[in-house]
């Protein structure tokens, strides 16, 4: 189905006449098995903040926009005042949105533009939307036939699929979260990654797993002492495997949270 539909919105496009109007026909991407193996591929959690959605809407996203591309200010990676709005540019990459790899399931929060509210900021408006934001001096796709543009293109979004989260984010000890390049910096922004709700949601689990790192800190110091406190050794055995099986497991919530801040307490 997904290859019929390209087909069918690549002729679509191919005809002079079509060019900034929308396709009707995308529908491969929201069928519900493709909806059911991206569950299971990304185990239930937006691919992007790492949230449990447990039940609530789940959107299917695309990485790079199908129907239209929407600029970003460049200095804020917030859309443009009304005085220097850009056009939307229209189609966006129609050719991908049947294509595997450029799907996602997302939290309706990070994908759609909602207003929430924020920290010392007030209520703001983010949400993924149809912003997908390059680099700057980066040549944007914008044909089916622009394979060599599409591979150069550089994306300021972290890919969940391809980019490690920990060469572009850190975590302090309140959950809060900070960009270390400006790919991390912009992924922050347009996703609302910094969303109230979803930092305490972050720090409930961050406060649980700190107790059993401070455990584990404990203990190790107590060996130190005492190279054969067997009661040491349960405390980190015990506490090492909560861990692993509560926090660490793929279906846990925050793993790029989580991961960052075993690494750095533990060594681990």
Known sequence: MGKMETKEVIAFYALSTNQGKSFEGYVAYNEEDVKEHLNVLFDYKCAYCEMDYGGAPLDIEHYRPKGAIIELDPATY????KSKKVPALKPGYYWLAAHWENLLPSCIDCNRRRTHEYRK???EVTGKG???????????ARKHTQ??????????????????PSQHLHFDDEANIFGDTERGVATIKVLGLQRDPLVRKRHRV?????NSIANIKEARVAL?????????????SKELKTIRERYLVDSAPFLAMVGATVSAELGI
């Open 121 to 123: 900021v007030g209520k």
């Open 224 to 236: 130190k002492s005492d190279p054969d406190n067997e009661f040491a050794k349960r405390i980190i």
């Open 130 to 140: 149809n912003y997908f934001p390059l680099a700057i001096g980066s040549t944007r």
């Open 78 to 81: 917030k859309p443009y005042k």
């Open 206 to 210: 961050l406060v649980l797993l700190q």
């Open 147 to 164: 394979h060599v543009a599409l591979r150069n293109e550089q994306p300021l979004l972290l890919n969940p699929c391809n980019d490690d």
